[in-house]
């Protein structure tokens, strides 16, 4: 395992460091505008697989990832559709995860099955730095064993994953609270799956702009 501290090599750096281990398959512990995530690449099936079970992440949850442009929804998806686009222009980048149709080819670990995928450009973080550097999606999912609380912090990050995640991103404390607000929009009307740190009379009100 590495440790790598921004505010000591600089960002540039560990963001270097970072792309490096993703292209390799490595699994990598970063802070986000919420809590710590853990991400690999959204196409590397060996690192997926490792990931749910280092997270003893049950097969049937879905894996969410994040993007740094809109430009990368082609990779995961075929259809936006045009409530997700004002949900979008209105929150992104931020704590707001949209679940949208998922293209066909994307990985099982990804969608669970579901046929649909779980993505956002996150907000101000570390998590926005990296995603804004590469060209591919990754994932986010929580820094946690499943069923235990979301880590906000690097200490909280080693306790539960002690040597099986290869780095971590020590960015201090998260803000923690809430995680991300969580719509479902591949129906008719988007449904709030998850309350988070986006009020859902926000969501609502976007919705009718």
């Not at 997926?48 to 995961?76: F, S, W």
């Not at 929580?142 to 995640?165: C, G, K, L, M």
């Amino acid at each position: 395992m590495v440790t790598i501290r921004p505010f000591e090599c600089g960002i540039t750096e560990a963001i270097e460091q970072c792309i490096k281990a993703l292209l390799q398959g490595d699994i990598v512990a970063f802070p986000t505008e919420t809590f710590y995530g853990l991400g690999v690449r959204y196409d590397r099936h060996a690192s997926l697989e490792r990931l749910y079970a280092v997270k003893q992440r049950p097969l049937e949850k879905a894996m969410p990832l994040i993007i740094g442009k809109r430009a990368l929804l082609d990779l995961i998806t075929e259809d936006v559709p045009p409530a997700a686009e004002r949900l979008m222009n209105r929150f992104w980048p931020g704590p707001l995860t949209l679940i949208l149709p998922a293209r066909a080819s994307l990985s099982h670990y990804i969608t669970a099955g579901t046929g649909s995928v779980a993505v956002r450009i996150p907000g101000s973080s570390f998590a926005q730095d990296l995603a804004a550097a590469i060209e591919f999606p990754i994932t986010a999912t929580s820094a946690n064993i499943s069923t235990q609380p979301p880590a906000d912090s690097a200490e909280d990050v080693y306790r539960y994953f002690d040597a099986h995640v290869d780095i971590i991103v020590d960015g201090g404390r998260t803000p923690g609270r809430s995680p991300s607000t969580l719509v479902d929009a591949t129906g008719g009307a988007p449904v709030i799956v998850r309350r988070g740190v986006i009020p859902e009379e926000e969501i609502l009100r976007a919705l009718q702009t």
